[in-house]
Structure formats: C-alpha cells, structure tokens
C-alpha cells in the first residue's frame, strides 16, 4: 500500500515514523507525491477535529479571544511566499506549518481572561497556533532578523525558529516560560521540531498530543473538563 493508504488505514505515527526515516528522499518527485498525500489528509483531519471541539466549546459558553478559530486566509499563498522570503536567510519553513495554514488557517482555544478572570480549567494549555498574517507581520519587522541571530549565535539554542504559540503559563495570564515555537533547518524539511513546547516532540505530534486531549494538552484536573473529554473525543479522527 502507499503510505496514504496506509495513513487512512490507522497507520497514522507509523507512517510519518517512515517519512521521517526518508530524510531529504522525501523530497523526491516519485515519493513526494505520496507524502503529500499524506500532509493534506493529516491537516483536512486537524481542521475536522478544530471544528468539532470548537463546536463544543461554543455550546459550554466557553469565553474565547477575538479570533478562536479561522480557515485559511485568502491571501495565505502570498503570505506563504513573504514568509519564505523572511525565513530563507536562516533555512526553510517546514512543510508542516505550510499545509497548516492551507487547509487549517488559525486556532487559539485559549480563555479570555480579560472578559472573565476566573479560569475554569486552569493551566489546561489550550491549543494555539498564531494565525499566518500575524506571523508574517511578527517576522517582517525590522528587528526580528536580529533577534533572531542572536539565538542562532547562542550555543543554547544555534538556530532560528518561528513563535506561534505561547507557553501554558501566559496562556493564563501568569509570568510565563518561552513561547513554543517551530526550529528552522537550513535543509527542506516535512515537519520539525516544536522547542519549549514540555512534550519535547515535532510539530505534527504536538497536534496529535492536542487531540488525545481535546484542545488541552495541560489535561486540567476538573470534573468538568473530563466530561468535555468524554463527549468530544470519540468524535476527533487520528492524525
């Protein structure tokens, strides 16, 4: 079977075990095709799953930021190519992050703590993934090149990266660590590594992490949120 049959098959960590054996082969045009297929039945999942938890989070009243949850924007190609123009100084964005903001667009399930300050499901760590024209704009400014260098040339870190997601402690509204963020590689890449982020995983696995919790990896001790888990989770679809 190819590897997307083998994906929609239950397969799922298997199969991107193996592309990520393939290294740069993944890139080749006869084996591409297939990974491809892979990427766009992953995110079209992580779209489905975004959907349904925020369905259901709508339907508990749950106190959200302006902008929770977004498809693709209109403009995301151009985007995409500002972005790669911004990054190729320092390498390549992942392919991940690129079929995210296709198919996906934005999420920050994130509680509003400025409309109500009591936190339900605290240090819950709610899924958030910065939306692609505040990234754009975020890297474009003058000084992030620099910033950026200065992690490059510190031998605690020695690459460059992209911040899309800030770390459970500011999430509420506490003096928090570094924001998780996606590494950079100087090669092409499928997926990298989500630093900062406490399961020390890739970016797709951090998504996948997400889902095994429903949109709350921090996995709160609450009477609640464990029944939002039993309502929403025999719906979610494995990536």
């Known amino acids: 079977m190819t590897l997307n049959e083998r994906y ?27 990974v491809e297929s892979v990427l766009v039945e992953t995110f079209e999942r992580v779209a489905y799953n975004l959907e349904i938890i925020y369905t259901e989070l709508k339907n508990i009243d749950y106190v959200f930021f302006d902008r929770p949850y977004h498809k693709p924007l209109p403009n995301t190609d151009t985007l995409l190519k500002n972005l790669d123009k911004v990054i190729e100084t320092f390498g390549f964005v ?12 934005g999420v920050d399930f994130a509680w509003n703590y400025d409309k109500e300050n009591i936190i339900p499901w605290e240090l819950a760590d709610p899924i958030q993934i910065g939306s692609l024209d505040g990234l754009v704009t975020y890297v474009t400014d003058e000084d992030w090149e620099e910033y950026i260098q200065g992690y490059i040339d510190n031998d605690d870190y020695g690459f460059a990266f992209l911040e899309l997601s800030a770390d459970s402690l500011h999430k509420d509204d506490i003096s928090g660590g570094s924001p998780y963020s996606l590494k950079i590689e100087r090669i092409p890449t499928i997926d990298n590594d989500f630093v900062e982020e406490p399961h020390g995983t ?35 679809k494995p990536i």
């Open 94 to 105: 992942p392919l991940s992050l690129k079929y995210f903001y296709k198919i996906v667009g």
């Open 8 to 34: 929609k098959n239950g397969e799922t960590r298997e199969v991107y075990t193996e592309i990520h054996k393939l290294g740069q082969d993944a890139f080749l045009p006869e084996i591409f095709v297939d």
């Open 202 to 236: 890739t970016f797709i696995d951090y998504l996948r992490i997400c889902f095994d919790y429903c949109g709350f990896p921090g996995n709160p001790d609450s009477e609640s949120y464990r029944e939002f888990v039993k309502k929403v989770k025999p719906k979610l």
